[in-house]
């Protein structure tokens, strides 16, 4: 297994347009997490779900963000509109059972200018 | 609510020096800690876990419920130890997983 694959590594757009981040996790995971890396905050998670189900969605920062998760391969994190502020690294990670190791993508570098 | 807390965002330590990465939590119940590690240009990995209490790399972690501690210590730095350092808490029988803000670690030779 090529372990979590997201994309893009990295984006770049203009304030107001829409943003999409991919993730494909581990292939059995039943756990998928989305979280955010800023140097103020550290890694906040924004949503997990279980066996695609979003099961906590309260650190989703606004109503911009959103998150689905349509089958056990795949999942998307859109911004929409995006603004400078959403600027951060993007991870996803999957875990295979409650309270074992999470398994991190490179993350998604995102500048919204 | 479950929170991380990492009072450092930098330590800076020579090589050979103690190290000790804080980490304290806030949580009523049973709590699971991880310290997760980030070397330059690689993936956020696991690192160690206190429910294995083992050494990893020469690093231990010592769970305290009732400082409700989970420092990182190793005795001797080196310098391929400089990477940013992920505590974390996942509450027992439950799935959410929550970091704290990191504290990136530099070992100067």
Not at chain 1, 26 to 54: A, C, K
Not at chain 2, 32 to 42: A, M
Not at chain 2, 47 to 64: P, V, W
Request: glycine share 6%; hydrophobic share 35%.
């Amino acid at each position: 297994d090529a372990g979590v694959i997201q994309s893009p590594r990295h984006e770049v757009t203009e304030m107001g347009q829409e943003v999409t981040l991919r993730c494909k996790p581990i292939s059995g995971h039943d756990y998928l997490f989305w979280y955010r890396q800023t140097m103020m905050r550290g890694l906040e998670l924004l949503i997990y779900f279980n066996n695609n189900v979003p099961i906590d969605d309260s650190g989703m920062p606004e109503d911009r963000f959103s998150a689905k998760m349509p089958n056990a391969s795949f999942s998307t994190l859109k911004i929409q509109p995006s603004e400078p502020r959403d600027s951060a690294v993007y991870f996803c990670a999957s875990i295979g059972a409650r309270n074992t190791e999470a398994f991190f993508g490179q993350g998604t570098r995102l500048t919204v200018v | 609510a479950q929170r991380v807390t990492q009072p450092e965002k930098l330590l800076s330590v020579f090589k050979g020096a103690p190290v000790e990465l804080k980490c304290n939590y806030s949580y009523s119940g049973s709590p699971e800690l991880f310290w997760y590690v980030q070397y330059s240009r690689q993936r956020l990995q696991l690192l160690l876990r206190h429910i294995s209490r083992e050494s990893i790399k020469g690093f231990t972690a010592d769970l305290n419920k009732g400082e409700t501690s989970f420092h990182l210590k190793k005795p001797f730095a080196q310098e391929e130890d400089s990477a940013m350092y992920y505590c974390a808490l996942s509450r027992v029988g439950t799935d959410k997983l929550i970091f704290g803000t990191g504290t990136r670690l530099q070992v100067f030779p």
